[in-house]
């Protein structure tokens, strides 16, 4: 479980500690539950503080099954607090990216099939 504290500090990291700890939890089964137990414990306090990290803890079916209806809440409030969770961009949002995107086609096509002259 080192590497789940190894360059904690660093949030650049967490995503991968997280993931590598899932990976970790999975390939392990039931075999060791208390140390199964205590990294369960030690992902979901680094999932808390990263909604990627928080989203690949809540997608693994063993990380639900194993966790309290607390936790489990606590993660997904995460996701809704980075608005991963709602499925969709916000109005403005997605506005703005449907204008950009509109803007940039014209500007491609532009430049692919300039006017003859």
């Not at 789940?4 to 970790?24: D, H, I, Q, W």
């Not at 089964?29 to 989203?55: F, I, M, Q, V, W």
């Not at 194993?66 to 996701?79: H, I, K």
Request: glycine share 4%; with cysteine.
């Amino acid at each position: 479980m080192q590497y789940l504290t190894a360059g904690a500090t660093a949030p650049c990291s967490t995503v991968f500690r997280v993931r590598a700890g899932l990976t970790a939890l999975d390939l392990a089964g039931d075999n060791c539950e208390p140390p199964r137990l205590s990294l369960l414990k030690e992902l979901l306090h680094a999932a808390e503080t990263d909604a990627y990290a928080a989203r690949d803890a809540l997608n693994l079916p063993l990380v639900r099954a194993a966790v309290t209806a607390p936790e489990l809440q606590q993660l997904a409030n995460v996701l809704r607090a980075a608005g991963l969770a709602t499925g969709e961009n916000p109005h403005p949002l997605d506005q703005e990216l449907t204008q950009s995107a509109a803007l940039a086609t014209k500007r491609l096509r532009r430049t692919l099939h300039p006017r003859s002259s």
